[in-house]
């Protein structure tokens, strides 16, 4: 079965580093659009990095040079490296898979997706 596992989070000071990991199984992660996504409480869940099928990588103004996603193909995982990171990027962080190819399209907004992981808890301390 399908199934994505978000690791990598947790807390660190405002100007650090992080790298979420998320393991995919039960589908070929190159072969489909891959997101990331976080959530704060009382705010939508937004997309902070999207990877088509053709290795394309874009990202929304928020993150834009301090986040870069990437995806290790022997490995099936996904990635998310969060450089200069900000109290601001707080949040619950989400993998997701969209098969149809509608969030890579464009937007931030979590449409199209078929799968997510549970999360994983990242704070940012000033």
């Known amino acids: 079965q399908v199934q994505l596992v978000e690791s990598g989070g947790g807390s660190v000071q405002a100007g650090g580093s992080l790298r979420l990991s998320c393991a995919a199984s039960?589908?070929?992660?190159?072969?489909?659009?891959m997101g990331w996504f976080r959530q704060a409480p009382g705010k939508e869940r937004e997309g902070v990095a999207a990877?088509?099928?053709?290795?394309?990588?874009s990202y929304p103004d928020s993150v834009k040079g301090r986040f870069t996603i990437s995806q290790d193909n022997a490995k099936n995982t996904l990635y998310l490296q969060m450089n200069s990171l900000k109290p601001e990027d707080t949040a619950m962080y989400y993998c997701?898979?969209?098969?149809?190819?509608?969030?890579?399209?464009?937007?931030?907004?979590?449409?199209?997706?078929?799968?997510w992981g549970k999360g994983t808890l990242v704070t940012i301390s000033s």
């Open positions: 997701a898979a969209d098969f149809s190819g509608t969030y890579c399209s464009g937007g931030w907004r979590p449409y199209g997706i078929h799968y």
């Open positions: 039960g589908f070929i992660i190159s072969s489909h659009c």
């Open positions: 990877i088509d099928s053709d290795s394309s990588t």
